[in-house]
């Protein structure tokens, strides 16, 4: 049990339409990354949130975007889908670099 | 070009050898080298950090070493168990401005009983 909370864990979105997806982070975690993975690929590196400004920016588009809230949830936000997007977005909550949590993911497929 | 290779092929190995997994890098000068477990569906689980002034890091059973002269770094699993098996990911900050983490695509690790 890590503490850190992904939803929807599956959704299935049409080419073209926007996505939201969604992470509650540990309390306490003042910084939260989010991530894509392709299968049979490691996790890529889309953005990173700390204290609710963007910390760092991974090679994707500004389609994909973030928010993070007071309460330590956080958003990532995806338009305008494409057939490439379809892959498990991870969540990562963490106070240090030691102290670091992944959420379970959320399955999307873009069809 | 700047990458982060580790053994693409499967590691299997037999109950109780140490495993050993590894992870070169090429073109960055990272501060500090993570290693992290995944199964199958299931999201990474952060397992040790090596920063770039340590020879050598152990938790339990796990030992990790990290060279910046060859790049590269060791992830160790002794007395292995089947349980152990999973994807073995490692993962920097490639340090160029800006918080930013690279992962390795990992090794699949089976320990057979």
């Known amino acids: 049990e890590t503490g850190v909370t992904q939803s929807p864990t599956h959704l299935i979105k049409t080419r073209g339409q926007q996505v939201t997806l969604r992470c509650s982070s540990q309390?306490?975690?003042?910084?939260v990354s989010w991530y894509q993975q392709a299968l049979g690929q490691g996790p890529q590196f889309i953005f990173q949130?700390?204290?609710?400004?963007?910390?760092g920016r991974g090679n994707f588009p500004p389609r994909f975007s973030g928010l993070q809230f007071p309460n330590y949830s956080s958003e990532l936000n995806v338009n305008a889908l494409e057939l490439d997007d379809s892959a498990l977005y991870l969540c990562?909550?963490?106070?240090?670099?030691?102290?670091?949590?992944f959420g379970e993911g959320s399955w999307l497929t873009v069809v | 070009s700047q990458k982060i290779e580790q053994n693409s092929e499967a590691l299997n190995i037999q109950e109780g050898k140490t495993a050993t997994l590894t992870c070169n890098y090429t073109?960055?000068?990272?501060?500090?080298l993570q290693w992290y477990r995944q199964d199958p569906g299931r999201g990474p689980v952060f397992l040790l950090l090596?920063?770039?002034?340590?020879k050598e890091k152990r938790k339990e059973r796990l030992k990790v070493t990290f060279d910046t002269t060859l790049k590269q770094s060791l992830f160790h699993i002794t007395a292995s168990q089947p349980a152990d098996s999973a994807t073995y990911l490692c993962?920097?900050?490639?340090?160029?401005?800006?918080?930013?983490?690279?992962f390795g695509a990992g090794t699949r690790l089976f320990v057979k009983a």
């Open positions: 990562a909550s963490s106070v240090d670099l030691n102290t670091i949590y």
């Open positions: 309390s306490g975690h003042n910084t």
């Open positions: 949130y700390y204290r609710e400004e963007e910390n």
């Open positions: 073109n960055y000068s990272p501060a500090y």
């Open positions: 090596i920063r770039e002034n340590e």
């Open positions: 993962a920097l900050d490639p340090n160029t401005g800006g918080f930013k983490t690279i």
